[in-house]
């Protein structure tokens, strides 16, 4: 997914909540993938994305939006958003079939895959910006600005001879510049207002401590893990009381399905280092109360509980011995039943 790595879909602009760990997301975009196989087949996949949480699916088959949260409608009506599920659903087709037939002339060869992403950004005091790329092959290729397809460098001759077609199609053009410039910017407006509960929610990390894999003799890998906190941004370190711990690393932030987000924070130290770290965990769900998980308690509890368990369960098998001499010793008659 090669625009999800763009900074441009991927800003986020600190609102009035940034202090307390919310950003809203400024880019309202969306993601489509044209594979082609052969001259009578391919398949397209699409995605709608309010900064980097998924909102809305492509079913293919039937050519029609899948809503993935109860707001992901935002305020558009039924009309407005059957008439988005045929736009594009015609542009699926019309693309498909333009690249088909210029399979020859633009010297393409089966298979190959086109990537779309189109959105806007929303800054704060300035008009909406919208933004539109196609990637052939996961290069760059073409992209939209100032209502005209431009080619990229990258993109050689191939890509001038697409943009000079695409330039040729007003009508084309005129729809693009008017879902760039208004339709984008009042579905997104309308999904930050629908969402605004959702978005602004603050789920507390859940926080635990595990041995990683074995590094070599003497040495340890102690792994941190917060899982299942909302927003986002979230600080984990290592530390030796208040001292930050060099080496600290961190896995990417990635994504449960119901929204919320894991990360792993990792540390490798000599085993007799061990003791004393501890691992802090800062959100904006937490206020100012830390978690803080320390690896010497960890180990500490452990031996409490042998320390515990093992007397018992002495004592509990020298009294099953104690009771089972006692009989053995008893005189026979003793033992024998009452008449």
Known sequence: MLFLQLPLLLALLPGADSKDGFQEPVSFHVMGILSFYNRSWEQNVGSGWLGELQTQGWNSSSGTIIYLWPWSRGNFSNEELTELETLFRTFFINFALTFHNRIIQWQLKYPFDIQVAGGCELHSGEASAGFMQVAYQGSEFLSFQNNSWLPSPKGGGRAKLVSSLFNLNKGFLE???????????????????????????????????????????????????????????IWVTWMRGEREQQGTQRSDVVPHADGTWYLRVSLEVEAREAPGL??????????????????????????????????????????????????????????????
């Open 278 to 339: 501890s691992c802090r965990v800062r959100h904006s769900s937490l206020g100012d109360q830390d978690i803080v998980l320390y690896w010497g308690h960890r180990s500490s509890v452990g031996w409490i509980f042998l320390a515990v368990t093992v007397p018992l369960l002495l004592l509990a098998g020298l009294a099953f011995w104690a009771r089972k001499r006692r009989t053995l010793c008893q005189p026979a008659s003793s033992r024998l039943p009452l008449e």
């Open 175 to 233: 729809i693009v510049h008017r879902l760039l410039t208004d339709t984008c910017p009042r579905f997104h407006l309308g999904l930050l207002d629908a969402g605004k509960a959702h978005l602004q929610r603050r789920v507390r990390p859940e926080a635990w401590l595990s041995p990683g894999p074995s590094p070599g003799p003497g040495r340890l890998v102690l792994v941190c893990h917060a899982s299942g906190f909302y927003p986002k941004p």
